[in-house]
């Protein structure tokens, strides 16, 4: 059927410039229920981008206390956001007590690599970056950090 369409496109207007596609078209009537379908040539077809505004991000949350196993998140942030939207959108997921706040690391070679700053943009972290969060009491600014590395020695 699109053949026979093409050949009376061609026949019928010999200046139609060469297209790159037809799009079928299927109408029912909703009173006789005839179906009719129709071929329209095209050159281009436009197609919806995907979005580049936003990127997705896994954070595993620690309890500052221990008390509860830790969870991994993926939340969605800007992508040319900082890393206080990250912490924003995390406390959202884990339902952050309003007393608390979340320390934001990265972890290589299994141990804390570095923190990060609120202000920090958000695309200098990789995506292969395995990222952490320490929930932690509101003003944990002031508190002493004290990081315990546990280790096998063979001796």
């Not at 912490?87 to 690391?105: I, R």
């Not at 944990?140 to 004290?146: D, F, G, Q, S």
Request: hydrophobic content about 35%; some cysteine.
């Amino acid at each position: 059927m699109a053949s026979e369409l093409w050949s009376w496109v061609q026949v019928s207007d010999p200046a139609f410039p060469p297209v790159r596609g037809q799009y079928k078209s299927t109408l029912v009537c909703p009173e006789c229920n005839k179906i009719s379908v129709t071929f329209d040539p095209f050159m281009y077809l436009s197609l919806p981008l995907p979005s580049t505004v936003t990127r997705m991000m896994t954070v595993t949350v620690f309890s500052g206390t221990g008390d509860s196993l830790p969870m991994p998140y993926t939340v969605t942030v800007p992508k040319n956001g900082v890393c206080r939207d990250l912490c924003k959108a995390l406390s959202d997921a884990c339902c952050l007590k309003e007393s608390e706040t979340l320390l934001l690391g990265e972890v290589y070679d299994y141990r804390i690599y570095r923190y990060f700053s609120p202000l920090e943009l958000l695309h200098i972290i990789k995506d292969g970056d395995q990222l952490v969060a320490y929930k932690l009491p509101a003003g944990h600014e002031k508190l002493l950090r004290i990081e315990i590395l546990h280790r096998n020695v063979d001796r």
